[in-house]
């Protein structure tokens, strides 16, 4: 995924080296972001569940728990990215962030609909908007907020993230020609043109706007000691979880979905208790996730300044230093092995050549249960790992502005 670099001004520690340097606690919890989303990707070409596996009902709970890890990712990114941009705000001027900001999502924007496209699909087929659109159109709706008071910009997501579910009883087929614009901000399905589909569209953009402008209001949390910003992030994570609870238990304000339900067993019970919708997301789900990310982000931090799993949180950095460049080469390879592995198999190979497919379809018999699933995950992680140490130290030696955009 695209960030911003995750650094820290005019600390004692930056000033006996004459420069800036990263917080490796946002690089160590990015990259194993990144690592926990190619679980999602993989499962997405080679599972053999036809099912949706986040379905209470008829999925199980090693399959829903390898789809649930993952909905951590989306938010993690975007909060961290907001972060990202008020570290730089705090050494570069607003007008520098704000041009930066509006042209990396331009940027990111165009790779999405055009790169990224032809990693899921092989093909030219519709324009798939995802994760990168969302992230960009987000980065260019931050270039305007930065130029606020930090408290109207948190003030600004808090709106959005607490508020964008009173909106669910408004559809963009009510609206005529309103239809497309409604569905970019908070529906998902095909953009139409005179009823003619031409973009898939999976990522809203409510209220994922506002969770990158409370990543934002994040920031000056990062600046305090790691003992501070400890307690502060388990606060948070603590709380958020708590709502969470408390709305699912309730019934409460805040998921479209049909609730939390008590069905036939424990799991499945657990399993609805847990069932949030993702797209568009809605408060329970950001609730429950960001909560994660923040107790997660204290933990990591500590484990940082403990010195402590120094091999595990070195291997991790590597990609949360080069979320994008992992991101591009993860779909490229994951869907080449499923197309090598449907040719030598005799399956139906075509069928990872179709536009769109990968979203919207399942091959019939193909697929693996969940073991081989984790085997080729680790596979992909594994193999992509020297080139993105390559790449990342590529970014250390040589600030270039154009690798920014990488």
């Not at 950095?317 to 779909?331: A, D, Q, T």
Request: proline residues 5%.
């Amino acid at each position: 995924m695209a960030s911003t670099a995750s650094v820290l001004p005019n600390t004692s520690v930056a000033a006996s080296l004459g420069r800036s340097y990263r917080i490796q606690s946002l690089d160590v919890l990015r990259g194993l972001l990144m690592v926990l989303m190619a679980i999602d990707h993989t499962r997405d070409f080679f599972s053999s569940a036809p099912i949706d596996p986040a379905d209470p009902v008829h999925s199980w709970p090693a399959l829903f728990a390898t789809r649930w890890i993952t909905h951590l990712c989306a938010p993690g990114f975007i909060l961290l990215a907001g972060a990202s941009v008020y570290l730089q705000r705090q050494r570069k001027s607003a007008a520098t962030v704000s041009r930066s900001l509006l042209l990396r999502g331009l940027w990111l924007i165009f790779l999405e609909i055009t790169l990224v496209t032809l990693g899921w699909s092989f093909n030219f087929g519709l324009p798939i908007l995802q994760v990168i659109w969302v992230i960009g159109a987000s980065m260019i709706v931050l270039a305007g907020l930065l130029w606020l008071p930090l408290p109207a910009v948190g003030l600004f997501g808090a709106v959005v993230i607490f508020g964008h579910d009173l909106l669910d009883g408004i559809h963009a087929d009510t609206l005529g020609r309103w239809k497309d614009v409604w569905e970019l901000l908070h529906e998902r399905g095909f953009l139409t043109y005179h009823h003619h589909p031409f973009a898939l569209y999976g990522y809203p953009l409510l209220p994922w706007v506002g969770v990158m402008a409370l990543g934002y209001c994040l920031g000056p949390v990062l600046l305090r000691s790691a003992a501070q910003r400890q307690r502060w992030c388990v606060a948070m994570g603590a709380a958020s979880l708590m709502l969470f609870a408390v709305l699912r238990l309730l019934h409460g304000y805040g998921d479209p979905g049909d609730g939390f339900q008590h069905l036939g067993s424990a799991s499945h019970t657990v399993m609805s208790f847990l069932s949030v919708q993702k797209y568009p997301p809605s408060l329970h789900y950001l609730l429950a996730t960001l909560g994660v990310v923040l107790l997660l982000f204290a933990l990591i931090d500590r484990v940082v300044e403990e010195a402590k799993l120094s091999k595990l949180r070195g291997f991790l950095e590597v990609f949360g230093k080069v979320p994008f460049f992992f991101y591009i080469l993860h779909i490229f390879l994951i869907h080449a092995a499923a197309l090598v592995v449907a040719y030598t198999t005799k399956a139906n190979w075509r069928f990872w050549i179709t536009p769109d497919v990968v979203f919207t379809s399942h091959l019939d018999d193909w697929g693996f249960g969940l073991p081989v699933v984790y085997l080729i995950w680790i596979a992909v992680v594994l193999v992509l790992y020297p080139a993105c140490l390559w790449f990342s130290r590529v970014k250390d030696r040589n600030r270039s502005w154009w690798l920014a955009y990488l």
